[in-house]
Every structure is written in C-alpha cells, then in structure tokens.
C-alpha cells in the first residue's frame, strides 16, 4: 500500500469512529503517520490502536471532542510491539 492510500484509510477510520468529525492527518500528524508506514507498522495494527486509544478515552470521559491522530502514538506503537 502506498503512503497516500495508508494515510487516507487512517483519515477515513478515524472520522468513522469520531462520529463524522474530520480529522485531517497533515503537517506533524503526517510525519508521525509516515514514521509508522517507514517502520513497516501494518495498517490494522494503526487502526487497532487508534480504536484502543478511542475506547480509553471515552471511557474515562464520553462526550469529549473529536480524537486526534497525534493522541494515538502510543497506544499504536503498543499494538504494533504485541502484533
């Protein structure tokens, strides 16, 4: 998968799971996002932890604003170590 199509499915899943907010990844969140891909981290290892960081999250605080991409480092970067 090339890196345009890996950032727009990471885009795409997580407007889906902000409830339709937008949530462009562009500028640092780019890098970061082009980090993962360069480490040959697999794209449902980056949508396992963005969903990981999305259930935290609500869990401690429902009702919050859109999550960013840059928020999910670290819980991505876990999933990629246990995958």
């Known amino acids: 998968m090339d890196l345009g199509a890996y950032c727009r499915e990471i885009e795409a899943h997580l407007c889906r799971r902000n409830g339709g907010h937008l949530v462009r990844v562009v500028g640092p969140a780019f890098r970061r996002v082009s980090g993962w891909a360069e480490a040959g981290v697999p794209l449902k290892v980056v949508l396992a932890g963005i969903d990981?960081?999305?259930a935290r999250t609500r869990a401690d605080r429902p009702g919050?604003?859109?999550l960013r991409i840059e928020f999910c480092e670290a819980d991505v970067l876990?999933?990629?170590d246990e995958w």
């Open 78 to 80: 876990e999933a990629f």
């Open 52 to 54: 990981r960081k999305l």
């Open 64 to 66: 919050r604003r859109p």
